[in-house]
């Protein structure tokens, strides 16, 4: 009797059909949202520019045009040319293909190393919480820019070396948020339930505890997609990320700072890029977030 009433519990059902119906409510609202339809739209539209870029580029991206230095937005040159007359559209779009990938590679190596150390540090508690917080006291210790500066220093100048410090820079959030979304999922009925019926430490956790936690990560990992793309972007413009010939949005600010005054396009046209990047991933992190947390109250 015991085992039949533990198998009944409630909080099973969210790790099978319920889970698919969550999902659904969440995509409800999101599309009820206008300001996750306008991050939707923003974000799409800059990945969409990047994935075409060689279809819809004017010219090669690095090509050299000495006849037509530094001049602004024309039927030619749609966003002008930079001081070396190379196409500011061609490199703006193309730059996107270097800063979205890089984002998003910091984003993965954050929640893929803070996620699974927060979900242990959660659950295991006592000696392994504290190490494992303790380390991550230490990290948070460092200015972020600071520590991913010094990362950079050691491995060496370039978008691997960028990406791997921005993400370990990233990595205390994602184990700090693992962490409470564990302490708290692990004391609820199913995961006892889960316990009583013989489940080991890694069947509780990955079949009761993480299923419940992914809802947090994941819109923690979208609101820091943009501060991302503005991390590895300012790594390049201080000439640590990505190196040329290969360029960025931050590494076109740095080419064309200095000639701003001439060529106003060759700052205005990557930040701008940057900008609508960062406000469409913030709009949909908001949204997220409010549909997760309307989910969360529905329970």
Do not use: K
């Not at 005054?261 to 409010?290: H, K, R, Y």
């Amino acid at each position: 009797m015991v085992l039949a009433e533990v198998t009944a519990q409630p909080g099973e059902e969210v790790l099978s059909g319920r889970r698919g119906s969550f999902a659904r409510q969440i995509l409800q609202r999101l599309r009820r949202d206008s300001s996750a339809l306008v991050g939707l739209s923003l974000v799409g539209l800059m990945v969409l520019l990047a994935l075409v870029a060689p279809l819809i580029a004017r010219y090669q991206p690095n090509a050299f045009d000495l006849t037509a230095l530094n001049q602004g937005p024309s039927p030619r040159h749609w966003f002008g040319t930079d001081y070396l007359g190379r196409d500011m559209w061609s490199r703006v779009i193309y730059g996107g293909r270097t800063s979205l990938p890089a984002g998003l590679g910091v984003v993965a190596i954050a929640l893929g190393v803070g996620a699974p150390l927060g979900l242990v540090a959660g659950y295991a508690g006592r000696l392994a919480d504290d190490i494992i917080m303790r380390l991550m006291d230490c990290l948070l210790a460092f200015p972020g820019i600071l520590l991913a500066i010094g990362i950079v220093a050691i491995l060496g100048p370039s978008l691997t070396s960028s990406v791997i410090a921005v993400g370990v820079a990233l990595i205390p959030g994602f184990a700090r948020i693992a962490r409470g979304s564990t302490l708290q999922t692990r004391e609820m009925d199913y995961v006892e339930a889960g316990r009583a019926q013989g489940g080991g430490t890694w069947h509780v956790l990955g079949r009761h505890i993480l299923p419940n936690i992914v809802d947090p990560l994941i819109v923690y990992a979208t609101l820091n997609l943009g501060l991302a793309i503005l991390a590895t972007a300012a790594l390049s413009f201080l000439g640590l990320g990505t190196q040329l010939p290969t360029s960025d949005w931050g590494t076109l600010l740095s080419n064309g700072y200095e000639h701003m005054f001439q060529s106003w396009g060759e700052v205005t046209f990557p930040g701008i890029a940057i900008i609508i990047t960062v406000l469409g991933v913030n709009l949909l992190g908001d949204a997220l977030g409010n549909a997760v947390d309307a989910r969360q109250w529905s329970r």
